[in-house]
């Protein structure tokens, strides 16, 4: 069966779809996250959806899924990348993704769940 | 106003969903239609043939591209033959739902198209047609 790969990074767990979601892929993602976070003890979890041509309502109310459950496990879910195409149609369908924290890109979504986690370092280094 | 082009395509279950965007997609880049206008279109067509495979048993999808003039419109027709919508208005409201679903799709798909006709019968099934200008 067809699956999206989910990538360990020190605590946290990177997802990037490069592919069309179809509907059972993205139950699948949000089946396999939540057991990856608990296995792993991740307290972080990146989704890059750059590559995302739409999110309809199938896939924003996984996305808001996928953040709740993370959330009751003790992990921050960011969702990176959003195209401004995408983010456009996802307000006029009516869906502003309430409970999903984003980030423009990878790395600000690192440096968002390190803050969230209170490192110091998120901020651009240890503090000397 | 001139059909310049039609195709058809079923929608038998949610696997099809994905070939509907795809199909949408192409025809709304060669009818020159900007980024932010193809994925309003995308979109809206993936939420209509999702209600058609959940709510109608799955259906049809009728692409038109029109010629108005002056302006160019990609038509798309969703056919059900499913139990049908016993209130309209209802099933038009955000958050309304008997699916389990967010309640978006009919909704977000009118406010993501420049016209959107809903006709339905109970017992006899469902036609959605939306049109996005450019």
């Keep these: 069966?067809?699956?999206?790969?989910?990538?360990?990074?020190?605590?946290?767990?990177?997802?990037?779809?490069?592919?069309?979601?179809?509907?059972?892929?993205?139950?699948?993602?949000?089946?396999?996250?939540?057991?990856?976070?608990?296995?792993?003890?991740?307290?972080?979890?990146?989704?890059?959806?750059?590559?995302?041509?739409?999110?309809?309502?199938?896939?924003?109310?996984?996305?808001?899924?996928?953040?709740?459950?993370?959330?009751?496990?003790?992990?921050?879910?960011?969702?990176?990348?959003?195209?401004?195409?995408?983010?456009?149609?996802?307000?006029?369908?009516?869906?502003?993704?309430?409970?999903?924290?984003?980030?423009?890109?990878?790395?600000?979504?690192?440096?968002?769940?390190?803050?969230?986690?209170?490192?110091?370092?998120?901020?651009?280094?240890?503090?000397t | 106003m001139a059909v310049l082009r039609r195709d058809s395509r079923e929608i038998r279950g949610t696997q099809d969903i994905v070939g509907v965007r795809q199909v949408v997609r192409e025809w709304a880049i060669s009818m020159g239609f900007s980024l932010v206008d193809q994925t309003k279109i995308v979109t809206a067509a993936s939420e209509l043939a999702r209600n058609a495979v959940v709510y109608g048993g799955g259906g049809t999808l009728a692409l038109e591209a029109l010629n108005d003039g002056n302006r160019r419109g990609l038509r798309l027709a969703f056919e059900d033959q499913g139990p049908g919508i016993p209130d309209v208005e209802a099933a038009l409201r955000d958050g309304f739902t008997t699916g389990g679903g967010l309640g978006l799709g009919l909704g977000g798909a009118k406010r993501l198209s420049n016209q959107f006709e809903i006709a339905s019968r109970p017992g006899e099934g469902t036609r959605v047609v939306i049109t996005r200008w450019r």
């Design chain 1, 1 to 127: 069966m067809e699956r999206i790969p989910i990538l360990k990074m020190g605590d946290c767990l990177l997802v990037t779809i490069q592919v069309d979601m179809h509907d059972r892929l993205a139950t699948t993602l949000q089946d396999d996250l939540t057991e990856r976070i608990v296995a792993a003890r991740a307290r972080g979890v990146l989704i890059d959806i750059s590559a995302l041509e739409i999110v309809d309502s199938f896939i924003g109310r996984t996305l808001g899924n996928i953040a709740a459950m993370s959330r009751v496990l003790d992990a921050r879910t960011v969702v990176v990348g959003m195209q401004p195409a995408v983010a456009i149609t996802l307000v006029e369908l009516g869906l502003a993704l309430p409970g999903v924290s984003t980030a423009l890109n990878v790395e600000k979504g690192m440096a968002l769940i390190g803050r969230a986690l209170g490192r110091a370092e998120a901020d651009g280094g240890p503090e």
